[in-house]
């Protein structure tokens, strides 16, 4: 059976249930076992004009990135959809109202933009919907139903998602929505000639997992649940608020809270209450409130004690493009603070990431009562997968605090020096274990004092901690030929899928190119990484910034010349990109 | 007159032993100067503790940065010595954490009128049952003497040689516009009615703030004074409404320093108790 | 000429790209337009039956990449189809309902399939074919067909049905000499076409009719007036071609069969022009209107448009009679008045 990789959009005007039919198309392309990878744009995230787009590639291959080209653009809105044709492939197809209520101006139609080459389907969306419900809510399923005539999809299925989708609606609610949809459908089947040559009955044999349609948000929100998060504290901003949302909803079926604080400040100062008291907590943000954060950060860290920080980034520096994605806060996340501020930072590079970071987060957090930083982005926030019902946390994971025992408790040493460099915590309500912590330097009973030879040992005993848990974080992922490494990429983050894919290609033809991501960026396993170099004639590592900040760090570990392929554009980075760079490397 | 003196601690430590609330007290000397009133304040919070039988291990404190900001070394309870103005937000996820503890933020004049106020109205209105000890002496006393929010207009002060530009705030003025359900004033140098106000804010369901009258005996030669304070500060009338915050508003904008409950609301569902109720 | 003027061409053959061509040359600022309801490049229309019959890809029907009009500055509107003109407000409507303004406009929007009245009745089962996208679905379904019908009332019919006996199909072709187009066959040429035929195995239907077309599952069987029944997957209908002017008709743009001109390719407006096929042009000398077919004459033809659009003032030329041969037939078709 030949490959099919597809990538189709559907963009809309807010209201006319664009995100709501990428969300049934995904739900059906994933129960005939398609591989996908969706990325929704929301209104609000695009000031002032309401549009929002639902894209997703969906595949019988391993996808890692959401694909810089489209094939299908359904258009529910013209002048919205305009803008999307820029990345429509020379010869992809547009399904467009062919029946709007009054004609458009000049050049306010998306047909009239179409690139020669370019297939459009015209559907009066609007009459049909009128005519199967008497309102045109139901364009959206009109043009569905057209996909679904068009490109071979098995309609009566598809319909069945359609009804599951709206189940806990009204009954007229489905109806008009179904009804709708068979419109499209027979209609298309009826009028359309098919010009082009895509079409997508079933995806690759079936999987035995159950499997899930989650987006990177989500996953950190259904993590931090299953990890028993008890606080989450936040303020509202792009793209990290629908964390909060999420969790406003599931956090009080455990009995935990949502609270939403007046900024970031008291939203991490939440966190390190509620982490001093024994109880998981959380938070999660954007650059701007993560640069808020930085001085609870060194109090995690100089107190010890835990605190998770989930920072979403976007287009930086200060406010910067908040709707965009960008890789460029990993200074801040791996440096930012004042003083010797060891700290986890966590990077997930794809969805099933995003939740397995998030559980090692808390683990990480609790055990060694510190500051862990996951650092996600507005691509991977918003990133919507299937993928299999992931591993909830085991028992260790969920119960990491190291606690003193009743004989440390009789004369209790709240940091008292250990080989690990983890003291053990007493919660309060543990009689004879009070203690105070503070963000002064302090002997191991927890006194302020600043004497020069205690200052060297508390610190070393700080960074103890993160070497001894080298050996408790997976290893980062090698992937590709092992030795004779043409080209060597460290990855990082989410542009690691493109890594990927860009070396699946570049071994297809005929080169050697291997991936090293890692899950877990700081600490850095350096066995690891010397061992990856040394098998590497040239070193790659792209990322979403200007400066380069993790080929900056790398350096420092690795002594030798790095390519960078660095990109600010606000896209997330695509296959075609790092393959280009590679060929270029190569051929030099 | 030396013969005195040592009389008097004596008596004291005997009351002391006898009212077991040495217990909550950790070994280490306070770092205040002599003379100050945080000692006295100190000894209400745990007097406080001791009439209430809260246990050392259920009692956990939260402060800022400053002189207040050491408290917590001083008492043998769960202390977390934070950030300068953010011992709010940390008491905060405190309780959120674990209702059943009892939990005290301890800030400064700079501390919550100052870097933190901003705090300061959301903890109001989100009504989180914490008690808030400000400990105000109306100047910057652990850096040496600077201008606090609470400072007075056109004093001198090390920031302000020629006098301070800055009108003061005034923080229970503040508090009760801000909605808090429990406002009231102490003042450092009268222990018994501290601790009645004390045991009042620590049961009160819901957030209390408590603003603390106390001199820096070492900074302010001016205005908080020992001398100045007990000549301003003045009991509420036994007969005062606690639950009329109109009443409560014109008291408190007077020049006159009233000490005792100010505004005291029982129908406003603590935060936690809120959410049982959805 | 100023940038704001807006040229539009309807039609992307050979008339409306030599338009475009000449605009562009003599006019670097205006904004030119081509709208054509095809969605291919432009491309050679008589090669189609060799791409139907799968003997050539489609690239090579292809006269001028989509990069050419780019560079060229010229917008390219394909897959569009203007529904109606106001002449008067200087609007075009377009069916994916956009409203475009223009200054000036070319029409030359070619021919489309002819059918005979007497085979309308039957229309659904026939196949016609005159432009790429007709062709798409056709070479998939001739691909499979094993027996096809072709019926014959045009010159391409001819070279049709021989493209279709080198893809190995079984092939039958009935003549309708009375309705042939554009000429008329004379008995000689007949008996020469029919010789030519059956030397190629192609069982010929000569001075006969269809009487019935009956469709059972996927086939077809053609009853004709001599009793005869020929199956078939597939019957192609090849009966020349119309002016392609139904859009236009009910604007008050006069038309006749064709678009009326003048000797200078302009219509009763103004601004509007016609070329190629659709048009049908005033001869002085004969006092008549006359149509041309032909590549030959479409390219001539928008040149002249053009350069008229733009203020020159250029008489077409009755083209001169031109006989050549055609598979053995000598054919008259630059020059006729008779459709």
């Given at each position: 059976m030949s490959n099919t990789d597809i990538v189709l959009e559907i963009c809309g005007s807010a209201g006319e249930g664009t995100i709501s039919s990428g969300e049934i198309f995904n739900r059906y392309i994933s129960s005939i076992d398609f591989e996908i990878m969706s990325f929704d744009t929301y209104p609000s995230e695009i000031r002032g004009f309401g549009k929002c787009v639902a894209h997703s590639r969906f595949s019988t291959q391993k996808i890692?990135?959401?694909?810089?080209?489209?094939?299908i653009l359904i258009a529910l809105n013209d002048a919205h959809s305009i803008s999307q044709l820029g990345h429509l492939k020379d010869t992809g197809v547009v399904i467009y109202?062919?029946?709007?209520?009054k004609y458009h101006e000049e050049d306010k139609s998306i047909v009239g933009w179409m690139e020669p080459g370019m297939i459009s389907y015209g559907i009066p969306f609007n009459d049909l919907a009128q005519k199967a419900a008497g309102n045109s809510r139901g364009r959206n399923m009109v043009a569905l139903g057209a996909v679904c005539a068009l490109f071979g999809v098995d309609h009566e299925e598809f319909k069945n998602t359609i009804i599951q989708r709206y189940a806990k609606k009204k009954q007229i609610v489905i109806d008009n929505n179904v009804n709708s949809f068979v419109e499209g459908y027979n209609w298309a089947n009826d009028n359309l000639t098919k010009i082009d040559s895509i079409s997508f009955k079933k995806g690759k044999n079936k999987n035995e997992k159950e499997s899930i349609i989650i987006n990177g948000n989500q996953a950190v929100a259904k993590a931090a649940i299953d990890s028993e998060l008890h606080l989450y504290a936040g303020y509202p901003i792009t793209p990290a608020t629908k964390i909060m949302e999420i969790l406003s909803h599931e956090l009080p079926k455990k009995n935990g809270i949502m609270l939403q604080t007046e900024d970031e400040i008291s939203a991490i100062g939440n966190v390190l209450g509620a982490g001093f008291a024994g109880k998981r907590s959380m938070t999660a943000t954007s650059g701007p409130g993560f640069a808020l954060m930085t001085e609870f950060m060194g109090l995690s860290v100089m107190a010890q004690i835990p605190a998770v920080i989930v920072n979403s980034q976007r287009g930086g520096p200060s406010t910067g493009l908040p709707t965009k994605t960008e890789q460029s806060d990993f200074n801040a996340a791996v440096n930012g603070g004042t003083g010797d501020l060891p700290r986890f930072v966590i990077a997930p590079a794809s969805v099933e990431e995003c939740y397995d970071g998030t559980t090692l987060a808390f683990y990480l957090a609790e055990k060694y009562q510190t500051l862990v930083v996951i650092l996600l982005d507005f691509f991977l926030s918003n990133s919507i997968r299937n993928i299999d019902e992931p591993t909830p946390p085991t028992e260790k994971m969920l119960n990491s605090n190291i606690a003193p025992n009743e004989k440390e408790l009789k004369d209790y040493v709240r940091f008292k020096e250990t080989k690990t460099g983890v003291s053990p915590r007493s919660i309060p309500g543990t009689p004879n274990g009070m203690y105070t912590t503070t963000?002064?330097?302090?002997?191991?009973?927890?006194k302020p004092q600043y004497d020069g030879k205690l200052h060297t040992k508390m610190s070393d005993m700080r960074y103890r901690k993160l070497n001894s848990a080298l050996n408790d974080v997976p290893k980062p992922k090698w992937t590709g030929p092992k030795k004779d490494i043409d080209v060597g990429i460290l990855s990082w983050g989410s542009s690691a899928g493109a890594a990927y894919e860009a070396a699946t290609i570049a071994n297809k033809n005929g080169h050697r190119v291997a991936v090293l991501s890692s899950l877990v960026v700081f600490p850095v396993n350096e066995v690891d990484l010397t061992k990856f170099c040394n098998e590497s004639k040239q070193i790659l590592i792209p990322e979403l910034n200007y400066s380069g900040q993790y080929a900056n760090f790398i350096a420092s570990y690795i002594n030798r010349p790095v390519e960078r392929l660095n990109m600010v554009s606000g896209l997330p980075m695509a296959s075609e990109d790092v393959l280009s760079k590679i060929d270029e490397m190569i051929a030099s | 007159m030396d013969n005195f003196k040592i009389n008097y601690i004596d008596e004291m430590l005997d009351d002391v032993e006898k009212k077991?609330?040495?217990?909550?007290?950790?070994g280490e000397l306070p770092t205040w100067c002599p003379g100050c009133g945080y000692f006295g304040i100190t000894q209400s919070i745990v007097q406080s503790c001791n009439e209430l039988n809260l246990k050392n291990e259920d009692i956990c404190v939260a402060s800022g940065i400053g002189c207040a900001g050491r408290f917590p070394v001083f008492m043998d309870v769960y202390g977390f010595h934070t950030l300068h103005g953010r011992s709010v937000p940390v008491a905060s996820g405190m309780k959120l954490a674990r209702e059943e503890l009892t939990v005290f933020a301890i800030a400064g004049d700079g501390d919550i009128m100052g870097i933190g106020g901003g705090h300061l109205p959301h903890i109001a209105r989100k009504n989180i049952d914490i008690t808030l000890f400000l400990f105000d002496n109306s100047i910057y006393g652990l850096t040496k003497g600077q201008s606090s929010s609470t400072t007075p207009f056109e004093q001198t002060t090390n920031s302000h040689p020629f006098g301070n530009p800055d009108q003061p705030l005034k923080p229970v003025s503040l508090a009760l516009s801000y909605g808090a359900t429990f406002v009231a004033r102490a003042f450092a140098g009268n222990v018994d009615q501290m601790t009645a106000i004390f045991k009042k804010g620590i049961t009160h369901k819901g957030f209390s703030f408590i603003h603390i009258l106390t001199p820096c005996v070492t900074f302010d030669k001016v205005n908080y004074t020992w001398k100045n304070l007990k000549a301003n500060v003045e009991e509420i009338y036994d007969e005062f409404d606690h639950t009329n915050h109109t009443e409560a508003m014109r008291i408190a904008e007077k020049s006159r320093l009233y000490t005792g409950i100010f505004y005291h609301r029982y129908d406003v569902p603590s935060y936690q108790d809120y959410l049982k109720q959805k | 000429m100023s940038a704001k003027d807006h040229f539009i061409i309807i039609g992307n053959g050979p008339a409306g790209n030599n338009a475009a061509e000449v605009l562009r040359e003599n006019d670097k600022k205006a904004r030119i337009s081509i709208i054509s309801t095809e969605s291919f490049s432009f491309y050679y229309r008589h090669r189609l039956k060799d791409f139907i019959s799968g003997r050539i890809p489609a690239e090579d029907l292809v006269v001028k990449h989509y990069s050419e009009y780019k560079d060229k500055n010229i917008r390219l509107r394909l897959g569009q189809f203007v529904e109606k003109i106001d002449p008067e407000k200087k609007i075009l409507y377009l069916k994916h309902m956009e409203k475009i303004n223009y200054t000036k406009l070319i029409i030359a929007t070619g021919g489309s399939p002819r059918i005979l009245p007497s085979l309308t009745i039957f229309q659904d089962y026939l196949t016609m074919f005159s432009t790429y996208s007709d062709t798409v679905g056709l070479r998939h379904r001739i691909e499979k067909a094993k027996e096809i019908v072709v019926l014959g009332g045009d010159l391409t019919s001819f070279s049709f049905v021989k493209s279709l006996v080198k893809a190995c199909k079984k092939v039958s072709f009935l003549l309708f000499n009375d309705a042939f187009w554009p000429i008329s066959l004379t008995s000689e040429m007949i008996l020469k076409i029919e010789e030519n035929l059956k030397s190629h195995n192609v069982a010929t239907f000569f001075n006969d009719s269809v009487e019935m077309i009956k469709k059972s599952k996927s086939k077809y069987t053609i009853e004709t007036k001599q009793n005869n029944k020929i199956k078939s997957d597939i019957i192609i209908s090849l009966m020349g071609m119309i002016p392609n002017i139904r859009f236009i008709l009910g604007s008050s743009i006069d038309t006749d069969r064709g678009v009326l001109v003048d000797a200078y390719l302009r219509t009763n407006f103004k601004d509007i022009y016609a070329a190629g096929d659709c048009a049908q042009i005033y001869n002085p000398i004969l006092k008549n209107y006359w149509v041309s077919i032909g590549w030959m004459n479409a390219e001539e033809q928008g040149k002249i448009a053009a350069l008229n659009l733009l203020g020159d003032s250029k008489i077409i030329e009755p083209p001169k009679e031109e006989i050549f041969e055609y598979e053995g037939i000598k054919v008259n078709t630059s020059w006729w008045k008779k459709f």
């Open positions: 890692f990135t959401p694909g810089k080209y489209t094939d109202d062919s029946k709007p209520p963000g002064l330097e302090n002997n191991e009973r927890g | 077991d609330f040495l217990k909550y007290r950790t | -």
